[in-house]
């Protein structure tokens, strides 16, 4: 098992992300390292963590970083070399088995999508972040992949949904609900309503129409949509929650009495902070391209790090992406087995 | 001024209703009011209210309701008679100036379009909802009248959204941001990319495009979006906010230390929970039909319809129509001029 690790992704790269290594070094004893990034600069990190010259590290080179603050297709035009691209050329090329970057997902994305491909049969690759439940987790995808879907795609976003929270739930017939608004009056958008259609008939445990107010509750495991509303449902519910963290600050301040409450109390927000971290999976899958990618938060902690690495070995192990291929054939729900069937639907 | 008043709305009509009622009859002595309902059932809260055969009411009979259990075209279909029809009835027959149910958002979309017809040069309504910023709130529209948009309903909502906020904010050059994903990188959808054209070219503060982690902090008076998405955000941070609470209660709930704490502080969680109220507001229009509609919260206060009927005199008052028709004209975002721009970009 080998997983490479880009050392310039997230926002305190490459400290955080080399303590993360660390921690995975110790902890992942079967597994070697890639770590893919300006060698010149990763010296003084890999020193200071005690791992330079560690037998089971590599150092690939990688001359720059596609910075948060650039555009997605940075990675494909004018970094060739970057740390990003370097790490998908190598997932590419087999040289490893995996992925690992805390880092630019739109530029993760288009150098994957572009270089490594996607699984046979798989039309197009989903983020597959996961979000917090009143008890437990569930699986939210298409992120943010892809602004535009076809029925086809959330289709094989729901196969690609079950195999991987038979992974991380541990479940042998994940709910998979469709995301949609006006419970069964309006019944949603064309495109939901094509896809429900489609999705009655495949061999998923498919709970039907569900509405973004519910899926906290915990009605399914796996929340299909298109990249467009899975973003904007992934993002407001990101800013209504740091904004609840400002509105409760203000209203806890206003008065003495209050502070002191606040302070009694002050666990009990730490907390409430924690509902909505993800430090335990580290991280999401871009799930349906040929190779493992995990995708971590910017903002990701070295235990975060930690834990993507740990994800991303464990799909290997799992053999995610087999699973994927042999349901999906099992389904008869690749690109060109939809195509034929909503074609004679037409008909 | 005459407005129409659906009896029968939200979860704990009558009797919500018409305590609502009775405060817009002592608070605001130039209107009129019509109750809609089975007449015969209403008699005991006009007594307990102490407003029967108050001069400046007049009731209206309608023997059914539409259950909020119930698909939204019943109000059409079996239900011709509900009070949401009769009072779209009125509208439509221009007996009344404006109608407000806290009722079935659905069946009061699909009866006052089909019954009331949108404004000339207008294709869809849309459902302008409020949300609470860090400081003020922010229109979200459309909020869920319809799934499917075309970049022709987004430019008109826009400037209805323009004219709104005018009216509720009291600024002269309100700022109207385009719902997207990716930033500046992967620019958003078909949809948001076409529109995003259209609107460049509006006379309109359009300051681009706006991810929904950041609504929240008030970079936006108006967020303008398809109804799908549109309603994903707008149920989403209702289930976040109250699957919150829920957390909320869990974590001060653990141990008496913090017990006592979150008695201290127990003002602040009231305030707290007041952000996301909207009864100062009472409810969301329904722009774009040929007369005024305030749809409240199924589970409205008296407060709120008391507001939301505030609402639709001032909305009335303000010319509202009148002026979203009169710069829909001035900006040729008729449906036709639209039209004609996007056919003649594409020769």
């Not at 990675?75 to 090329?93: F, P």
């Not at 630019?104 to 699984?119: E, I, Q």
């Not at 008869?332 to 195509?339: M, R």
């Amino acid at each position: 098992m080998k997983i490479a690790v880009d050392a310039m992704g997230g926002d305190y790269a490459p400290g955080v992300v080399i303590e993360g290594l660390t921690m995975a070094l110790c902890d992942f004893p079967a597994y070697d390292f890639v770590l893919v990034g300006p060698v010149a600069k990763l010296g003084f990190y890999l020193e200071k963590y005690g791992i330079a010259g560690h037998p089971r590290l590599t150092l690939v080179n990688a001359d720059t970083v596609c910075e948060m603050s650039e555009p997605s297709a940075i990675s494909l035009r004018a970094k060739r070399n970057s740390s990003i691209t370097v790490c998908a050329r190598l997932l590419k090329e087999k040289q490893v088995d995996a992925m690992v970057t805390p880092g630019h997902t739109g530029a993760t994305v288009a150098a994957t999508k572009v270089l490594v491909r996607t699984l046979p049969g798989i039309d197009r690759p989903a983020l597959a972040a996961s979000l917090p439940a009143r008890e437990g987790r569930f699986i939210l995808m298409d992120a943010g992949a892809n602004p535009d879907c076809t029925p086809v795609n959330l289709v094989q976003f729901a196969i690609m949904g079950e195999i991987y929270a038979q992974y991380l739930f541990e479940l042998d017939r994940p709910r998979i609900g469709l995301l949609s608004v006006g419970g069964e009056d309006i019944k949603g958008s064309g495109l939901t309503k094509e896809t429900f259609k489609l999705l009655e008939n495949m061999p998923l445990n498919f709970v039907g129409n569900v509405e973004a107010d519910t899926v906290f509750e915990g009605v399914t495991d796996v929340l299909i949509c298109d990249g467009f509303s899975g973003n904007v449902l992934l993002k407001g519910v990101e800013g209504l929650a740091k904004s609840t963290i400002f509105w409760l600050k203000r209203v806890l301040t206003k008065n003495a009495l209050r502070l002191v409450g606040a302070m009694l109390a002050k666990n009990a927000f730490r907390e409430l902070r924690a509902f909505g971290d993800a430090d335990d999976i580290g991280g999401a899958p871009l799930l349906g391209i040929n190779g493992i990618c995990i995708i971590g938060h910017g903002s990701s902690s070295p235990k975060a790090v930690r834990n993507a690495i740990r994800v991303a070995g464990e799909c290997v192990t799992f053999g995610l992406n087999e699973r994927i291929v042999a349901k999906l054939n099992e389904a008869g729900a690749t690109t060109a087995e939809l195509g034929k069937r909503l074609a004679a639907e037409k008909n």
